[in-house]
């Protein structure tokens, strides 16, 4: 069923809705932005509408309106994760990728499960309390078990005061069977982009390997939540075809997967192109995205899918990742690095055997003092996927506001672990200075949670939450 073409992207729809929205009408503009303060999402000629957007008075009340929205449903909070690429192998042929077969440029790698522990503890660590596991989509000789042994191993490391309590992954697609052996691993987001949604480009850049399958591909978020995985994570590279056709097609997808299982996706990702070894294409995007219209991408998608987070990752500069926290982001990475064995070998930032080029190089510690510098609170938290908050059970407690109540208060319990055992002395003075000003702003229940893990936490206590 999941591999039949995929007619719910229709592009002669969205040709169509961006033809009839060429032109910004101030009034009409307004409008859709009063819409977007009732937290209801957007509709696809809204999206198209604000896609239009350049006067910059316009552009100001539609980065407004995103903070606004951003702010009422998520607060200060900045959920922080690290990736852990533990394979490069690659039987596909992606023209932007690093990792793509036929790239004689780089040292292939795939970690063994006791270099993984290694990575990991090296994480752990540092105070991460969230991984994205990332391999090329092949594998060793253990083939797809080798992702299942990997997310154990990843579970099964501990040290003084931590271990990874969240583990998400980004690898190919795979049979709702497999899907359902992933699930039994207790992973959290499975998380795959279909690069571009526009046919044409994406046959033109997937010239070999499964990859080049469109259907196999799309599908496979339906396939994900069939086998009972509920938290899904879609994104585009952004810079390989139009941005406006991309942001349309996204939605079309999202609408299915609301249609088909009740829910969308629980992430939006929106990386775009950088550098990468080997690859003409990556370092001349064929659509380049400014600035401008990279920050309207961040806030048009808050505005049309306002309880959905948005992943921003070390692509992106540091100034350029503190813009979009009041855009829309709600999820970051931090301290990343993008080849195997990345972790160990940190001190080597340009390791050519990466994914692709980092804008952002800072170690957590940095990223942390700087976002809490700002008001925002960095969260460690992963609460809901522990007491089941998944899926359309966390949609329940999110469109009314009421998981307010549980995610404020365990940002700051989960915060101030970090603080007390890993932070700089530096951090530590910002970062309770911020956690105290905090609870002071906060009221009746949510603010007596607060006061109660943060002090449970101060007595010694790892891993509270509510």
């Known amino acids: 069923m999941y591999n039949k073409p995929a007619n719910f992207i229709d592009d002669q729809k969205v040709w169509d809705t961006l033809e009839n929205h060429q032109t910004t009408d101030s009034t009409q503009i307004r409008e859709i932005l009063s819409k977007a303060r009732e937290m209801k999402g957007l509709d696809m000629d809204d999206v198209a509408a604000l896609t239009c957007i350049s006067d910059p008075e316009l552009l100001g009340e539609l980065f407004n309106t995103a903070n606004q929205v951003k702010e009422t449903i998520y607060g200060k909070r900045l959920v922080l994760f690290a990736p852990l690429y533990i394979s490069n192998l690659c039987s596909n042929e992606c023209l932007y990728c690093a990792f793509r077969a036929t790239n004689k440029d780089i040292v292939r790698n795939a970690l063994t499960q006791e270099q993984i522990a290694h990575e990991v503890d090296i994480l752990i660590k540092k105070g991460h309390k969230r991984i994205l596991l990332v391999a090329g989509e092949s594998y060793p000789k253990e083939g797809f078990q080798y992702v299942l042994d990997s997310v154990r191993t990843i579970y099964g490391v501990k040290s003084e005061h931590g271990e990874i309590r969240r583990v998400n992954v980004n690898v190919a697609p795979l049979s709702e069977e497999e899907f359902k052996l992933l699930k039994a691993e207790g992973i959290g987001t499975y998380q795959i982009f279909q690069e571009t949604y526009h046919r044409e480009t994406y046959k033109k850049v997937h010239l070999g390997g499964k990859k080049r399958d469109y259907n196999w591909r799309i599908w496979s978020l339906h396939r994900a939540m069939k086998a009972g995985i509920d938290d899904v994570g879609i994104g585009v590279l952004f810079g390989l075809f139009d941005y406006r056709f991309e942001i349309l097609a996204m939605m079309q997808h999202i609408h299915e997967l609301e249609a088909e299982f009740g829910v969308g996706p629980h992430t939006v990702s929106v990386p775009r192109l950088e550098p990468a070894t080997g690859s003409n294409l990556a370092a001349h995007p064929p659509f380049p995205v400014s600035d401008i219209d990279f920050r309207k991408i961040v806030a048009i998608l808050r505005l049309a899918v306002p309880y959905t987070g948005i992943i921003m990752s070390t692509r992106e500069t540091a100034q350029m990742r503190r813009e979009t926290f009041a855009l829309g982001v709600s999820q970051i990475s931090a301290g990343s690095r993008t080849n195997p064995g990345g972790y160990e070998h940190e001190e080597d930032e340009d390791d050519p055997s990466g994914q692709f080029s980092l804008g952002d190089h800072r170690p957590l510690d940095e990223v942390i003092r700087d976002v809490a510098s700002m008001g925002y609170i960095p969260s460690f938290c992963t609460a809901c996927y522990r007491m089941g908050r998944t899926g359309q059970d966390f949609m329940d407690l999110a469109k009314p506001g009421d998981i307010k109540l549980h ?46 893990l943060v002090q449970r936490v101060e007595a010694g206590r790892d891993d509270v939450y509510c």
């Open 407 to 452: 995610c404020a208060p365990n940002a700051l319990s989960s915060f101030k672990e970090y603080l007390q055992n890993f932070a700089s002395s530096e951090t530590q003075v910002i970062g309770n200075r911020l956690i105290n000003e905090t609870i002071a702003g906060m009221d009746g229940l949510s603010r007596q949670r607060a006061e109660k």
